[in-house]
């Protein structure tokens, strides 16, 4: 649980539309409790485990988000269409792809509870493209995310794409997650 | 004050204050917090985190814990989740804690809730589970958190949300026999999409949704995540309240809230429920609509009738009428929601047998009360689909591995349908076999 950087850089592995959270964390590996750590690290091992291979890093697909013993994926971005972590309310999806290493997801809209327990876990920032960026970026590509300005550079393609600002979750985010801004609304006693 | 919806209504109470509007970020007070094996564990770690390792919880009696996900299964870890929850709700003297193995076990949560009298009108309920929504049935505010929201609300008894806006969906009409709240609910989850309610609550309306019994109508709000929907929800009428008073054990007082006249919906749409037809929807996805006259003979494998969208007392009626007499012709699995849902498949009669009895002499299988293969689970799970083959199911989702393996095809429908379909071993429109 850390605060958003102000310069994000790294790989993108890319998906398509209405990403479930069975697909993101299938429910048998929900037996692992997030709240311990060495328990927590194996959520990383199965994330994405359930899309399938030719949904699975797009545009040409079949390209694995990790290996199967590897705990951390290579990839620091997903990019995603529309609808991503649609389904359940496990919390395990967000946990997962932080354990995987993920930092941003980047899609065109979210389900309502991945994207809450994303902001107050404070586990990834999720971003809003405002173009299909799913189908502009490939994975692999070099991505370089400048948060202030809410711009997310492609460093292979030299093109730049523009993000909806964080909004009313920035505040969240920054501070890290629900626990922490409710100590600074005064919410909750410090 | 301008009108409000329902739900902006219960929310403005649960701020208090007299008037909110879509978009307003609020913090509320909560009336209840259900958790269960799979996200409890997770949400006793986050609260132990923040709160100290002596906490107490801000109330036991808001406080309902129900194991339901992974029980009759030998997988250590799962086993070692109700061990938590066991400790757990020893530790805080909670008082409604269904516990695995004893009397008071229950099975699937969203059905155990209102059976254990922890639902009624006017009151916020969030639960660590995305059918939730389910209570919205009985004129509540009912949706799906995850662990940190729930640990939070755990110390807090309150947490921050946004108040959605109301999309309105009004049934009108009779509802023919052949159809069911299942048959409705695919069919507006098809219309607008697996994302078209996002961020939104649905009110369902119209004399077509009050002349369903409860079960139905829970089953209407039960799949509104599966367009997205923050809560569904329905004015209570008689029908809500004479069940929210024959369950409510412990005579907590509720209000009952209404949507006021002029009330704005950011949508609105009209449905004349005695034209539609029998609805599934197809691999991959909840709103992948068809109707059954599009799809019928299309070979399966297999049969599900459970889970707590289509687990409960109406559902196995409805599967009861179709499949007695006749032999099922694929592997068929009947799972009751819960164990008074299993007690009255034992003891309600159809044609002098018991509805178990009509599933058993179809060569049904029968199994505990639970959410069973709804959701996958470990691999030794009742009726989970090991490998990729044909199912259909009155369960909610249909996304790829939802049931188990990745390349299985999972088709959603209702009761009706999926006992017609498990006696021809195809995709069979329940007119055949409604005289």
């Not at chain 1, 290579?74 to 395990?92: L, M, Q, V, W």
């Not at chain 2, 369950?247 to 034209?275: C, L, M, Q, R, W």
Request: aromatic content about 10%; proline content about 6%.
């Amino acid at each position: 649980m850390s605060k958003i950087q102000n310069e994000i850089t790294g790989k993108a592995y890319v998906l398509g539309d209405n990403i479930d959270t069975d697909q993101i964390i299938p429910a048998e590996y929900l037996t692992f409790n997030p709240a311990i750590p060495e328990e927590y690290k194996q959520f990383g091992k199965y994330a994405l485990s359930s899309v399938p291979p030719a949904q699975s890093g797009l545009p040409k697909g079949n390209i694995p988000f990790h290996t199967d013993d590897e705990f951390v994926s290579p990839y620091t971005f997903i990019i995603a269409g529309k609808n991503f972590g649609c389904g359940s309310s496990r919390e395990h999806a967000p946990v997962a792809l932080d354990a995987a290493g993920i930092k941003v997801v980047i899609a065109e809209f979210y389900a309502r509870i991945f994207f809450r327990n994303a902001v107050n876990g404070g586990y990834l920032v999720p971003f809003e493209c405002t173009d299909r960026l799913c189908d502009k970026v490939c994975t692999g590509d070099e991505l370089k995310l400048d948060v202030p300005n809410c711009k997310l550079h492609n460093l292979t393609t030299k093109e730049t794409y523009p993000l909806n600002p964080l909004g009313e979750i920035a505040p969240i985010l920054n501070a890290g997650g629900i626990f922490s801004y409710a100590k600074q609304v005064g919410m909750l006693k410090s | 004050m301008p009108a409000m919806t329902l739900t902006e209504k219960i929310l403005a109470k649960h701020a208090k204050s007299n008037f909110v509007e879509p978009g307003q970020n609020i913090w509320i007070d909560i009336d209840i917090l259900m958790t269960h094996d799979v996200c409890g564990p997770g949400t006793i770690g986050v609260f132990k985190k923040h709160f100290g390792k002596a906490a107490k919880v801000w109330d036991p009696k808001k406080i309902v814990i129900i194991p339901d996900h992974y029980i009759f299964t030998a997988d250590k870890m799962a086993n070692r989740n109700i061990d938590v929850l066991r400790e757990f709700s020893k530790e805080q003297n909670l008082p409604y804690y269904y516990d695995v193995g004893t009397e008071k076990y229950k099975g699937v949560c969203h059905i155990a809730l209102p059976e254990e009298g922890h639902t009624r009108p006017g009151e916020v309920l969030l639960g660590t589970d995305s059918h939730t929504c389910t209570a919205g049935a009985f004129g509540e505010f009912a949706t799906g958190i995850g662990n940190t929201d729930a640990g939070f609300v755990m110390g807090t008894g309150s947490l921050w949300l946004k108040v959605p806006p109301t999309m309105r969906f009004v049934f009108e009409g009779t509802l023919p026999p052949y159809l069911m709240a299942k048959d409705l609910i695919l069919a507006v989850i098809g219309d607008i999409g697996c994302d078209g309610a996002t961020y939104r609550a649905m009110e369902f309306d119209g004399a077509g949704v009050f002349a369903l019994n409860m079960e139905e109508r829970m089953t209407l709000c039960n799949m509104v995540i599966e367009a997205g929907g923050k809560n569904g929800v329905i004015a209570p009428d008689k029908v809500t309240l004479d069940f929210i008073d024959s369950k409510n054990k412990h005579k907590v007082p509720y209000t009952p809230v209404y949507t006021d006249p002029g009330a704005k919906f950011i949508y609105e749409k009209v449905y004349d429920i005695s034209k539609m037809q029998p609805v599934v929807a197809k691999p991959h996805s909840p709103d992948n609509k068809a109707f059954v006259s599009e799809v019928k003979g299309a070979k399966l494998d297999r049969a599900y009738i459970g889970s707590c969208t289509g687990g409960k007392m109406t559902d196995f009626r409805a599967a009861a009428k179709i499949m007695h007499g006749h032999s099922v012709k694929i592997d068929t699995f009947v799972v009751p929601a819960t164990t008074e849902v299993a007690k009255g498949l034992k003891s309600e009669k159809m044609h002098g047998k018991t509805l178990e009895q009509i599933f058993l002499d179809a060569g049904a299988k029968m199994g505990d009360a639970s959410c069973a293969a709804c959701l996958g689970g470990p691999s030794d799970t009742f009726g989970r689909l090991n490998q990729a083959i044909r199912c259909i199911s009155t369960t909610n989702r249909n996304f790829p591995g939802r049931m188990g393996h990745k390349e299985a095809e999972v088709f959603l429908a209702s009761p009706l349908t999926v006992a017609a379909s498990a006696i021809t071993g195809m995709i069979t429109d329940p007119r055949e076999y409604l005289a």
